[in-house]
């Protein structure tokens, strides 16, 4: 790691990953070295690790964490003292799992792409390159700005709405041909009409929240569109005063069945759409904290939301009563 002929950039698909390619696009751009840029999630990042590690490429890991322990287990048997870190992260997930690994930059204080930006101000740099990296400094404290939730930077909203108009791909295109964060008039003015109609869909959608105690929000199809569900969920999750355990929004999907998603802080959606998919009826995949569901047709919503209900309860008591299974607790929820 350090002097492969091939970096591989390994980020993540939001705002702060797009941005955090970009940085890495220009820092590494020129260096007598090919790039190759992988946009991904939490489901493939590990696949993505493991391939450029054996096919002797070098990985930079962006807002990102490997998921699985057997990849981290391998990094720590190929990972040399004198390389430098390759992965750069944020999350406090990863910082109380893996905080001590001297291959990882962690801190919770930023974004994921002002961790890397930050380290790569510190690190020795042509001029030329110092430059370039440092004139980015606008971009980090706008994905900052929207993935720490702070509201400070009003542009970071719209910047966030072109990534879910325009899809991750773009965004990177066209911060990797002009990386100003300056919006054009164009950009700005579509910004503002998507970010205006998700406004209205996002209070809709807090009025007809579904609140289970404190383990559950539902949101019933109808009300938010594809692409609304991150920072809806982002919202409840970060900025309610005592948010749930779980958001989970449903939609039903043009052959009939349901897409269920489902955000959580502490890993919860993740073992839930691991309790109730079956891989026959009820599908599922994703990570900890972003997973999703796919349910029959037949199923009615209140099935779907009775379901992951248990599911939740059955996370909460497994470690107090290790023998109640989630047939025990659907017979509770039904009495």
């Not at 946009?39 to 493939?44: C, F, H, K, V």
């Not at 970010?195 to 559950?216: G, M, N, P, W």
């Not at 009615?300 to 992951?308: N, P």
């Amino acid at each position: 790691m350090g002097t492969k002929p091939l970096l591989h950039i390994i980020s993540h698909t939001d705002l702060d990953g797009v941005a955090a390619a970009a940085l890495a696009w220009h820092a590494n751009y020129g260096a007598e070295r090919l790039l190759r840029v992988s946009l991904t999630g939490y489901g493939d990042v590990d696949n993505l690790i493991l391939e450029s590690l054996r096919a002797n490429e070098e990985p930079l890991v962006l807002d990102l964490f490997c998921q699985w322990t057997q990849t981290v287990d391998e990094v720590d048997g190929v990972w040399e003292k004198e390389r430098p870190p390759f992965l750069f992260d944020h999350h406090k997930s990863t910082f109380e799992r893996y905080g001590n690994r001297k291959w990882a930059v962690i801190d919770t204080n930023w974004c994921g792409a002002m961790v890397y930006w930050k380290w790569l101000m510190e690190q020795e740099q042509k001029d030329e390159q110092r430059a370039r990296i440092a004139a980015m400094k606008p971009l980090m404290d706008i994905a900052n700005d929207r993935d720490l939730w702070l509201g400070q930077i009003p542009e970071s909203r719209l910047w966030q709405g072109l990534v879910t108009m325009c899809g991750h791909w773009s965004i990177l295109m066209r911060l990797v041909a002009d990386p100003s964060p300056v919006l054009t008039p164009e950009e700005k003015a579509c910004a503002e009409k998507f970010v205006a109609r998700q406004e209205e869909r996002f209070s809709k959608a807090k009025e007809k929240i579904v609140r289970t105690r404190d383990d559950l929000s539902f949101v019933f199809d109808g009300v938010l569109e594809f692409g609304d569900v991150s920072d809806f969920c982002g919202l409840v999750l970060d900025r309610e005063p005592a948010p749930p355990l779980v958001v989970a929004v449903s939609s039903r999907r043009a052959g009939g069945d349901w897409a269920v998603s489902m955000r959580s802080r502490d890993g919860l959606a993740g073992r839930v759409m691991t309790l109730l998919k079956d891989g026959r009826k009820i599908r599922g995949g994703g990570h900890g904290d972003a997973s999703a569901l796919y349910f029959p047709r037949h199923y009615t919503e209140e099935q779907i939301r009775d379901s992951i209900l248990a599911a939740i309860k059955a996370e909460k008591e497994r470690a107090e009563s290790p023998n109640v299974t989630l047939g025990d607790l659907f017979k509770e929820l039904r009495a």
